[in-house]
């Protein structure tokens, strides 16, 4: 089963409403809405919706991300797949054994995930990849309804800060006990385990403050917490 079975249709304005994991007809913040529709017709051929999360709905291991890059995730609907950020993320989880293969191109390739699901903070594209508070807020219930079905024992990854605080208060934790930091693991109440890494964008990567060793130090702890080991050295 994919996300985007479970998508329900329809706009859901009101929190009171219990909301799906992923609503592909969700225009609640008016100026990522109207943004998506600007850049639709700028690149028809481009997806320009929410991007629904990506993965096993049973997951042990989920990780989120900020938002979907213009000309990755925004184009092709599956997050961190057509854009530079996706390329250390998809190798890295192909050497632990998450992913059927090390390159995410196109939503049409047959990349599978196993164990691990990936989602966002913010579901839709944002002008310079810049979410404002209230649209992270505004999208959090989403990630609110896909963290619940984290199992008793699972793990969060954090890619970054926002992300490391959307987590949070989608798992119901108060935010100031658990100050984000690279490498930092979070023992949560219930039992969820939160791992913090720098995001993998191509500012992080390139000046160096994210390197192939940091992220893989990140996932070699992860491994350890959830009994996986390393496919590749």
């Known amino acids: 089963m ?8 329809g ?6 409403i219990p909301t799906p994991v992923y609503n ?24 320009c919706l929410p991007v629904p999360p990506f993965g096993d709905p049973a997951a042990r291991l989920v990780i989120v991300g900020l938002a ?5 995730a925004n184009a092709t609907g599956r997050p961190f797949t057509g854009d530079f950020a996706g390329i250390l993320l998809y190798e890295t989880l192909h050497a632990y054994g998450y992913a059927s293969s090390p390159l995410s191109r196109t ?7 196993v164990d691990c699901r990936i989602t966002n903070a ?8 810049k979410p404002t508070p209230a ?22 990854l954090a890619l970054g800060r926002i992300a490391h605080d959307a987590a949070l208060t989608a798992l119901h934790v108060r935010r100031s006990g658990f ?23 191509r500012y992080n990567t390139n000046t160096g403050r994210l390197t192939p060793a940091m992220f893989r130090s990140v996932f070699d702890a992860i491994a350890a917490q959830l009994g996986r080991g390393r496919r590749m050295a």
């Open 68 to 72: 979907p890059g213009l000309h990755g």
């Open 107 to 113: 939503i049409e390739d047959p990349l599978t995930l």
């Open 135 to 156: 649209e992270i807020r505004m999208c959090n219930d989403y990630l609110t309804a896909d963290l619940a079905m984290l199992p008793a024992d699972g793990v969060v």
């Open 122 to 129: 913010v579901k839709c594209l944002p002008p310079a990849n």
């Open 179 to 201: 100050p984000f930091a690279h490498g930092a693991a979070h023992p949560l109440p219930g039992g969820t385990l939160l791992f913090d890494s720098y995001h993998c964008s």
């Open 11 to 16: 706009i859901v304005p009101d929190h009171a």
């Open 24 to 47: 592909a007809a969700c225009r609640r913040c008016t100026r990522l809405a109207g943004f998506l529709d600007e850049v639709r017709a700028e690149y028809p051929a481009y997806r």
């Open 2 to 9: 994919s996300f985007h079975d479970i998508e329900k249709p």
